[in-house]
């Protein structure tokens, strides 16, 4: 796994340059397979909108984070499971789509509970401020997807999990940065 800055990949996710962001991980992409890796990951959900825009050109295979996560919701029998992270990652097709290749339903928070997620994700959790007015929040956001039929919820973001976790949330979680380090720890040592 290598990164370049986050304040560089974001400049360009808010300028929409998703092309920008691609050529990003390819950076990273060539400098892994140079040392020698065998595949690749990245634990930021948000970035993997750019992912198809880098396949065809990747020197090495990608662990999907969202397949590993579709896979890992399959397993424990979810049908309808919520999404949580930025607010570019849940109006993306990333999610959606993995899910729905198992026969699981995404839902969405709304649309002002996803710009008050990305928010406290942008602006506390990345900075490391964990508010408890912010936890309240999440518990909140995760008590209405329960309501409206989730079994489960993604955390999307590689920040949620310093807040939520199965302990303070209404609903079972799926910690996705956790499950794409699993998974790649399996298949290294496969």
Known sequence: MHTLSLGDYMARIYDGDWDGVAEMMLDS?????????DFLICPDNTVHQALP??????PLPWLHIADVVAAEAAARGYRRVGI???RWL??????P??????????????????NEIS????????????RPSSIAYF????????????????????????????ANSPLPTLDSTRLLARAALHRAIA
Do not use: H, W
Not at 29 to 37: D, E, S, V
Not at 90 to 95: F, G, P
């Open 29 to 37: 992409a060539r400098k892994l397979a140079r040392i020698g890796a």
């Open 53 to 58: 825009r880098l396949m065809p050109r990747s």
């Open 84 to 86: 949580s992270g930025t």
């Open 90 to 95: 849940v109006a993306s097709d990333i999610y």
């Open 97 to 114: 789509e993995k899910l729905a290749a198992k026969g699981i339903t995404c839902v969405r928070p709304a649309d002002i509970e996803r």
């Open 119 to 130: 928010r406290i994700i942008m602006d506390e959790l990345v900075y490391g401020d964990f």
């Open 139 to 166: 518990e909140q956001v995760f008590g209405n997807m329960k309501t409206n039929g989730c079994d489960a919820v993604i955390l999307g973001c590689t920040e949620i999990p310093l807040i939520m976790n199965d």
